[in-house]
């Protein structure tokens, strides 16, 4: 089946710790995305790619990695810098071209530093 | 960037009844998405709808782009409806943008 999957689905970190959030697809689209969402709250922009070996900073980039060396691939690492990383984090990918920008999401992974 | 504003924020419902959720933007977009977020956080994609009307059962949704708002209809809502709606635009065909969402409480 064609889809995004995220893992893991949840994650426990000591503080200083970094950890690494896996997001593949097997739609082929070309543009993917992290996401970052607090209890009660909406989305907020973490990082995002249009194209391998390419991507930008969303709104809330600080404390936060990624690489796109494959077009199927996303990860996002967590990194010691992020002062409030609890949260839940969500991956997304969207075709560039053709019925662009239809938005499909991976099931989450929930972080909780302890 | 682009303003996204979901109403009314939150919603209680007696099951059965209908409800109409909004979705206002302030600039031209290239598309509009509606969402609906389960209790388990996964978020389902109910309408893509850049414009005009669509109707998926119980459910359909307006969008008039002219006019930058979008409507999302629930009729004879069922406490399967509960959870958040979120709608989306993707703007300059560069980031989506996501409203703050519409909490609904469907109550048997």
């Known amino acids: 089946d064609g889809g995004i999957t995220q893992s893991p689905k949840y994650l426990f970190r000591k503080e200083g710790q970094n950890v690494t959030l896996s997001c593949e697809q097997n739609?082929?689209?070309?543009?993917m995305y992290w996401y970052r969402q607090d209890p009660g709250q909406g989305l907020r922009l973490i990082y995002y790619?249009?194209?391998?070996?390419?991507?930008q900073k969303g709104d809330i980039a600080e404390g936060y990695s990624v690489s796109r060396e494959k077009k199927e691939s996303f990860p996002l690492t967590v990194t010691s810098a992020q002062k409030n990383p609890t949260a839940f984090y969500l991956c997304?990918?969207?075709?560039?071209?053709?019925?662009?920008?239809?938005?499909?999401f991976g099931e989450g992974s929930r972080l909780t530093v302890l | 960037g682009i303003q996204v504003e979901q109403s009314p924020p939150d919603l209680i419902l007696q099951e059965g009844a209908n409800s109409t959720l909004r979705c206002n933007f302030s600039?031209?977009?290239?598309?509009l998405q509606w969402f609906h977020q389960n209790p388990w956080g996964q978020l389902i994609n109910l309408f893509y709808?850049?414009?005009g009307t669509k109707q998926n059962g119980r459910l359909s949704a307006t969008t008039v782009a002219t006019e930058r708002y979008s409507l999302l209809y629930i009729s004879s809502s069922q406490t399967t409806d509960s959870g958040v709606y979120f709608c989306?635009?993707?703007?300059?065909?560069?980031?989506?943008?996501f409203g703050s969402g519409t909490k609904l409480n469907v109550k048997p």
């Open positions: 997304a990918s969207s075709s560039v071209s053709g019925r662009a920008g239809e938005l499909f």
């Open positions: 739609l082929n689209h070309d543009a």
């Open positions: 790619s249009q194209i391998v070996n390419d991507f």
């Open positions: 600039d031209s977009v290239n598309n």
């Open positions: 709808i850049p414009s």
């Open positions: 989306a635009v993707l703007y300059n065909f560069n980031k989506f943008y």
